[in-house]
DNA sequence: GTATTACCTAGTAATTCTGTAGGTAAGAAT
DNA sequence: ATTCTTACCTACAGAATTACTAGGTAATAC
């Protein structure tokens, strides 16, 4: 699995508002029961979110969470990034990870390597817009 | 991550195989050595590859594992999806799971479709025999 | 029959995923 | 100033998965 929940949530989160369009903030709670996604959990996504300078977030009464740029400008693989920590097919590529002592020798590398740009690739030429354009 | 140990592991074996070539049987025991794999883990992969008609398998003195083709004929795509049992990326697009509740509207779906034909089109289109093109 | 090999069932330690629980801080309304 | 509403923070916990381990059984060669 490459995109858990996390930031399958993300990812409805960011449409969901982009959806509603304005300038309006919108309290956590509003979205959790919309989406359907507990509010707690949903907490932890957002606080990602926002400190990844995604959204922004105001407290107190007509406080919550709104977008700060228009949705054309998230890729989706920004926001899967930030919320899952990189994207790595194996872990042998991904960065942090113990290097495979046989890197060197691997004859998969190259394969993990290109898997991996494409992935990159593919989530990095898709934004919420586009995916507001699937709705029915 | 969407492969695991199992399957890189299970891809090394495959390509020592190949490398070795040779009609001889090979008993676990040596290849877990030489690759360096846990034994014991190594027999449940192999178990699974003789299983899934992969690889010939004889008990016995001489005995030990072969490939029952040529390195061409074995594309990545075909093994990693015996060993980890699919490639889906996200859950929602997985074979036997709980189909999700929000999937006729869900405006990500075309996408995780999408990305899924792509990572199946990638190890389908890579075999063995090109891994081995790749060794130093 | 004995040594060698694959095959089978079950368990287990570590890690990751998917949340919960309970409190603290910031800002608005009164 | 107090209260209400909201975001923010730390810590924990149950479930699932991953990566192995343990110990035996069956097949084959000698």
Redesign the pocket.
């Known amino acids: 699995?490459i995109v858990?929940?996390?930031g399958r949530y993300a990812l409805r989160v960011m449409v969901h508002f982009a959806q509603r369009g304005g300038e309006d903030?919108?309290?956590?709670?509003e979205i959790a029961e919309q989406e359907g996604?507990?509010?707690?959990?949903l907490?932890?996504i957002?606080?990602t979110l926002?400190?990844g300078g995604f959204v922004d977030?105001?407290?107190?009464?007509?406080?919550?969470?709104r977008l700060n740029r228009s949705p054309e400008d998230y890729t989706v693989g920004s926001i899967l990034k930030l919320t899952?920590g990189g994207l790595a097919a194996v872990?042998c590529t991904s960065q942090g990870a113990a290097a495979c002592s046989r890197s060197e020798c691997c004859q998969a590398k190259p394969m993990w390597d290109k898997l991996d740009k494409m992935i990159d690739d593919f989530f990095e030429g898709i934004t919420i817009a586009d995916l507001l354009k699937e709705a029915k």
Chains 1, 2 share one sequence.
């Open positions: 699995m858990s929940t996390k903030y919108i309290p956590l709670k996604i507990s509010q707690k959990y907490e932890s957002m606080t926002s400190k977030a105001v407290h107190g009464k007509g406080g919550g969470y899952e872990s």
